[in-house]
């Protein structure tokens, strides 16, 4: 069974850094994609980062600039550098790992940036 596993989130300042990290687990294949999407309250859940297995990035305009993924294929994580965060960053963060083209999700992990 895939797993999971967000950690990092937390309050943070308006301008400062937060780094999310992501552990998947549970499968002896390897994860096409690995993505990190948010939610804010009474929003849809978002595209925030992904990355490929060799290591195509595609990040949401509301972020470039700012937040970085990167991953290890070895050890199935992914992370998140988030830079320069501003208030409207502010959700709850769900990690995401594709195999054989069926999504997983972690729990979250909440960030939440204050002015």
């Known amino acids: 069974q895939v797993q999971v596993v967000e950690s990092g989130g937390g309050l943070v300042q308006a301008g400062g850094s937060l780094r999310l990290s992501c552990q998947a687990s549970?499968?002896?294949?390897?994860?096409?994609?690995m993505a990190w999407y948010r939610q804010a309250p009474g929003k849809q859940r978002d595209l925030v980062a992904s990355?490929?297995?060799?290591?195509?990035?595609n990040y949401a305009d509301s972020v470039k600039g700012r937040f970085t993924i990167s991953r290890d294929n070895n050890r199935n994580t992914v992370s998140l550098q988030m830079d320069r965060l501003n208030t409207e960053d502010t959700a709850v963060y769900y990690c995401a790992a594709r195999v054989f083209a069926r999504d997983y999700w972690g729990q979250g992990t909440q960030v939440t940036v204050s002015s």
């Open positions: 990355i490929t297995s060799s290591g195509v990035r």
């Open positions: 549970g499968t002896s294949f390897s994860f096409s994609a």
